[in-house]
């Protein structure tokens, strides 16, 4: 019964869905590499036409949805429950924290879409040159490296801080 109990509550909820999608992913792409994955493309027969990719793409755009989603439906909760009042939690100020993840965010993904090439590319031998395409490619890439690094260097800030304070 226990155990039950635990399920239902809300980490039991947010561990089990988190262990539905990777199970998931994992089995979508072992599916995809192991099923027809060598199957050649008819037009050039250098390149693979993998069977899955449909299946995988449309994989891809579901979990994004509802990742999205979910992103804006905490948010808004979150607001309706305890307003713009409490910005100083266990002494760190979270309104101001997450009110800067954001602007770092959408400031960060603005200026790589700016900056982000618009070259054509050779793709499977063929031409791209979609000009919106490759600039919102670009900025995806260049805005996920940034916030990685970003990441990476706030966590090593913070860790110095405690290892200094604790000495």
């Known amino acids: 019964m226990r155990k039950i109990l635990k399920w239902a509550s809300h980490l039991g ?3 089990l869905m988190f262990y539905t999608i990777v199970a998931s992913a994992v089995l979508l792409f072992a599916s995809f590499f192991l099923i027809g994955f060598d199957r050649p493309y008819r037009p050039d027969p250098n390149f693979n036409d993998p069977r899955l990719t449909s299946v995988l793409m449309v994989y891809v755009i579901i979990v994004f949805v509802i990742a999205v989603g979910t992103a804006l439906w905490a948010v808004v909760s979150t607001l309706r429950r305890k307003g ?3 910005a100083i939690v266990n002494g760190v100020p ?6 800067g993840v954001a602007v770092a965010t959408i400031l960060t993904m603005f200026v790589s879409l700016l900056a982000g090439s618009s070259q054509p590319l050779r793709v499977n031998g063929k031409v791209f040159d979609s000009v919106w395409s490759l600039k919102v490619a670009d900025m995806f890439v260049a805005s996920s490296l940034v916030m990685v690094v970003l990441a990476i260097g706030v966590v090593a800030y913070g860790t110095i801080q405690t290892y200094l304070k604790n000495r």
């Open 13 to 15: 909820q947010a561990q």
């Open 84 to 86: 713009m009042g409490e």
């Open 94 to 99: 979270a309104l101001r924290v997450a009110i």
